[in-house]
């Protein structure tokens, strides 16, 4: 007994001394990890994101909710005062009802924009018009950083404590069973989800949001990835990298997938290999405004502009505001005249004032007009390079104070600020003087800079075309133009004389020419297309002029269908416009003959003429309305050829001055035919007719009932019509105007000094332009500035040509064309050289895209 004792003694013995061995070693081993682990709290510990709990919702770790949005304000340039007051007015009803436990982030990001497109995405079939985009490349690129931007809203909800929510509950009776914490968390979600909508349904009102969310990508193996675009968004602004963000399988822990890069702080804080520096803005003027910090979105700098609002339950904010009234009230008089309630003493009129103001915003917080909270607002500033940052805010800090407000650069404060700037985070850097949320309408950036689309937008193009053309807009910005507007490109270009409207139309022709198999057709008048079409190897037509030989035969190739249903319509139309309104019976002796002709050449493969025609029709007032335009009247040797001398190719332009001097009698008959022979030759290539003064011609009552439908018919087609005009009278009396606005998607105006004028702003208001962008017409700098209108966007620009380009696109007066048709008989198809070798230039020098 006793030996079993012992033995058992021994073994416990043995087992405890095994323990203490096993826990010396694991405490040594601790000891020596303890070397290489920080108990500091690393960039991800800091960070307040947890989980993305469903699509676009992501969870903090203090168990709030975040969504955000992609926003696009109008543009303030070309805003009436009364317009820009509203979109405040609207913005401040969409946030008014938030209370306690919500919080707004609005960043304005400014960053580089695209390059100019590389040659690889353009195809010109001419060495000329590939060296002109050569040059513009190297213009826009030798202007160094061109900036644009956008904005992005963040809503945070903090849910109400357990404890707190327990409490309400115990003051309701509820015989249901009372939910889980997964179930509760569920509930949450699905109210957030709800409250958000309500949100962006209100702010719709004011600006278009975009939700950000998650993007289904097919890979090349076939599998399916989600990139998380509210991800990439938090991963910029911790880092300011802007690149795809995977969603993972289990999206935990986000805070390490945001923020694995290495931070060093201090008064210049480091985040990987980018330094942080952060401008407060702080002292605000006496008043706002709506846009009241809107240059800050044209500055010549990369940032990120942080605007934070801590939203607070009116109860609670008027509490706040009554210790402020009351702490002013304290000073109006002095402390005798306060102890001996006497009313002679002197009377402090700043807290007089002060006291009225509390009191005001009492009454608009209890009336429910706005809702007060803490506004925080921050620029961000990263870069490798410490001077950038440190030179960037010193330049941001002169400009918020050329604003009237007061800015700081942060130092020993700029971690705390920096943090308190990243979405979601509202604990950091609290600025505690209330403002409204009307005033925080005002602040906030809703004025978009519009730069256009980096793509040419119309779906009928090849995917990825770059834009067609690139020009210069205020605030360091591009502007790439495109006449496209989804699917619809018709364009109008509107403006007075010598405004550089010929320029204009040069450089777009020349430019249209970048897309692969694009066509083109220009109605010139003034010769202003010579130039630049006989460079860029384009045949040009003189209608109508002395000497010149090119006759049509709109009655030939009558063997197809459409063809003979044309030309049946084409002699109705000439009939009335020479005053004869045909009856059933000569309509059906027209398409009697028609038909016949066609037969006969479809046979004999002779083409018919108006001659045969007039010879085979029964019936005497058509064969006299028609003379004229046989071979035995005045325009015989224009349209009743035997064989058609006209040839469909890739850059076409007609000189149709001598044209219109004719009258309509004459000249829409040729223009009629000329446009068939257009749309015959459409085939799904990207086609553009430019037409110059033309257009009103248009407005006959032959054609006007059908310019609707006829550029319906072109759009199908993947050809848009830019029609322009310098005579504004003519326009506005041409009776298709305004059918000509509705149609067209992009409206181009040119400077106009008498736009302010009573005739003058009645048509642009006529148009559909505000007394604002009349008066950016009148201000405007002739043969510099164009001013663009869509429904994409509105936005003054400039072409920002170079000599090469003027070379061809800028000479358009008479003794320019007189040189270059002297130049083309001595030299022929060298004359390019030539002529631009007299203006030191040498296409030599661009061969790199040609």
């Given at each position: 007994m ?19 061995l096993?826990?010396?070693?694991k ?6 990890l ?11 510990d800091l960070?307040n994101?947890a ?16 969504a955000?949005w992609l ?5 303030n ?7 820009r ?5 609207r913005?401040?009803?969409a ?8 919080m ?18 353009s195809n010109?079939p ?29 809503v945070?909800?903090f ?9 309400v509950e115990?003051?309701f ?8 914490n997964k ?5 949450l ?6 409250e958000?909508?309500?949100i ?32 990439q968004?938090l ?5 300011a ?6 969603l993972p ?6 805070d390490?997938l945001i923020g ?11 985040l990987?290999r ?7 803005i702080?002292?605000f003027p ?6 009241i910090?809107?240059?800050?979105a ?8 942080s ?8 109860h609670e ?11 002013w009230?304290?000073k ?5 005249d ?5 009313n002679?003493?002197?009377v ?5 004032s002060m ?10 917080t ?5 809702a007060?909270g ?8 990263m ?6 940052v440190?030179?960037a ?12 407000f ?7 404060n700029?971690m ?22 009307m ?14 689309e ?6 009928l193009?090849?995917p990825?075309?770059p834009?067609?053309?690139h020009?210069?807009t ?6 790439r133009?495109?006449?496209d ?9 509107f403006?007075p ?9 040069a450089?777009l022709a020349?430019?249209w ?10 109605f010139?008048k ?5 130039p ?13 002029g ?9 009655l030939?190739?009558?063997?197809t ?7 049946m319509?084409?002699i109705?139309d ?5 005053g ?21 050449e ?13 010879a ?5 007032d ?16 224009l349209l ?14 007609f ?10 009698r004459y ?15 459409l ?13 009103l011609m248009?407005g006959h009552?032959v054609?006007?009932?059908?310019i ?5 018919t072109?759009a199908?087609?993947n ?7 310098q005579n504004?009278?003519d326009a ?12 067209t998607a ?31 017409i ?15 966007g509105?936005?003054l620009y400039?072409l920002?040509l ?11 007066g ?26 030191g230039?040498?296409?030599d020098?661009y061969?790199?895209?040609?």
């Amino acid at each position: 007994m006793i030996e079993s004792l012992l033995i058992s003694i021994a073994v416990v013995g043995v087992l405890l001394v095994l323990f203490l061995l096993s826990q010396v070693r694991k405490v040594n081993e601790d000891l020596r990890l303890k070397k290489h682990q920080s108990t500091e709290a690393g960039l991800a510990d800091l960070l307040n994101y947890a989980a993305v709990v469903d699509d676009g919702v992501i969870v903090g770790k203090n168990g709030s909710f975040m969504a955000a949005w992609l926003y696009k304000g109008s543009d303030n340039a070309s805003a009436t005062h009364v317009e820009r007051e509203m979109n405040s007015f609207r913005i401040n009803q969409a946030l008014a009802n938030m209370g306690s436990g919500w919080m707004v982030h609005v960043d304005a990001v400014r960053r580089p924009a695209p390059n100019y497109s590389h040659p690889s995405q353009s195809n010109f079939p001419d060495p000329v018009s590939a060296a002109i985009d050569e040059e513009r490349r190297r213009t826009f690129e030798g202007l160094g950083n061109l900036y644009e931007g956008f904005f992005i809203i963040t809503v945070t909800w903090f849910p109400p404590m357990l404890a707190e929510r327990k409490f309400v509950e115990l003051m309701f009776h509820d015989d249901s069973d009372k939910p889980n914490n997964k179930a509760r968390t569920h509930h949450l979600i699905d109210f957030f989800k709800k409250e958000v909508k309500n949100i962006e349904s209100r702010m719709s009102s004011a600006v278009s949001m975009e939700r950000l969310r998650g993007q289904k990508i097919m890979n090349e193996d076939g599998s399916t990835v989600t990139h998380d675009e509210f991800l990439q968004w938090l991963q910029f602004c911790v880092t300011a990298i802007n690149h795809a963000v995977m969603l993972p399988t289990n999206p935990i822990y986000i805070d390490n997938l945001i923020g694995g890069k290495e931070l060093y702080t201090g008064v210049t804080p480091k985040l990987g290999r980018k330094f942080i520096q952060v401008v407060a803005i702080e002292g605000f003027p006496l008043e706002s405004s709506p846009g009241i910090l809107t240059r800050l979105a044209e500055l010549p700098v990369e940032y990120r502009w942080s605007n934070r609002f801590i939203f607070m339950d009116h109860h609670e904010a008027v509490s706040h505001l009554e210790k402020f009234r009351k702490k002013w009230k304290q000073k109006i008089r002095g402390f005798f005249d306060q102890v001996f309630n006497t009313n002679g003493g002197t009377v402090d009129e700043d807290a007089v004032s002060m006291v009225a103001d509390a009191a005001s915003a009492i009454a608009e917080t209890n009336s429910g007009m706005v809702a007060q909270g803490f506004y925080t607002s921050v620029v961000v500033l990263m870069d490798e390079s410490r001077s950038v940052v440190e030179t960037a805010a010193l330049q941001l800090e002169k400009a918020i104070n050329a604003m009237a407000f007061t800015a700081r650069v942060e130092t020993i404060n700029t971690m705390d600020a920096f943090m308190g700037s990243l979405p979601g985070h509202g604990v950091e850097n609290v600025r505690r003087p209330l403002i409204n949320t009307m005033n925080l309408a005002d602040l906030i950036p809703t004025s978009t800079i519009w730069t256009g689309e980096n793509f040419a937008p119309n779906p009928l193009m090849p995917p990825n075309s770059p834009p067609l053309m690139h020009g210069l807009t205020s605030g360091n910005s591009p502007f790439r133009v495109n006449i496209d507007v989804r699917d619809l490109g018709h364009t109008i270009m509107f403006g007075p004389t010598r405004a550089g409207k010929s320029t204009h139309l040069a450089i777009l022709a020349m430019s249209w020419r970048r897309y692969s198999n694009a066509r083109l057709f220009t109605f010139d008048k003034g010769m202003s297309m010579y130039p630049s079409c006989k460079a860029a190897g384009g045949a040009h037509y003189v209608v109508a002029g002395a000497g010149e030989k090119l006759a049509f035969a709109p009655l030939s190739n009558l063997v197809t269908r459409s063809r003979r249903a044309w030309a049946m319509g084409w002699i109705d139309d000439l009939l009335a416009l020479n005053g004869l309104k045909t009856t059933p019976e000569q309509r059906n002796l027209i398409a009697e003959t028609i038909i016949e002709m066609g037969t006969v050449e479809e046979k004999e493969g002779r083409p018919g003429t108006l001659s045969e025609f007039t010879a085979k029709v029964q019936d005497i007032d058509i064969r006299a309305a028609l003379k004229d335009y046989t071979i035995d009247g005045l325009m015989g040797h224009l349209l009743d050829a035997e064989e058609d001398q006209l040839s469909i190719s890739d850059f076409i332009t007609f000189e149709i001055e001598h044209l219109m001097d004719l009258g309509d009698r004459y000249a829409l008959p040729v223009l009629l035919y000329l446009f068939m022979r257009i749309q015959e030759a459409l085939d799904g290539r990207p086609t553009l007719i430019i037409l110059d003064e033309a257009w009103l011609m248009l407005g006959h009552d032959v054609f006007r009932e059908k310019i609707r439908e006829w550029l319906k018919t072109l759009a199908k087609k993947n050809c848009r019509v830019l029609m322009a005009t310098q005579n504004l009278s003519d326009a506005s009396q041409s009776g298709i105007l305004d059918v000509i606005v509705e149609s067209t998607a992009t409206k181009i105006y040119l400077p106009n000094m008498y736009a302010r004028d009573e005739a003058a702003t009645a048509l642009y208001l006529r148009m559909g332009l505000n007394l604002r962008q009349i008066e950016i017409i009148a201000t405007a700098q002739q043969k510099r500035d164009y001013y663009l209108v869509s429904e994409k966007g509105r936005r003054l620009y400039s072409l920002a040509l170079g000599p090469l380009a003027l070379s061809f696109v800028g000479a358009t007066g008479p003794d320019d064309i007189a040189i270059i048709k002297k130049l083309e008989e001595q030299h022929g198809d060298s004359w390019v050289h030539v002529w631009l070798r007299d203006r030191g230039l040498s296409l030599d020098n661009y061969r790199s895209a040609a």
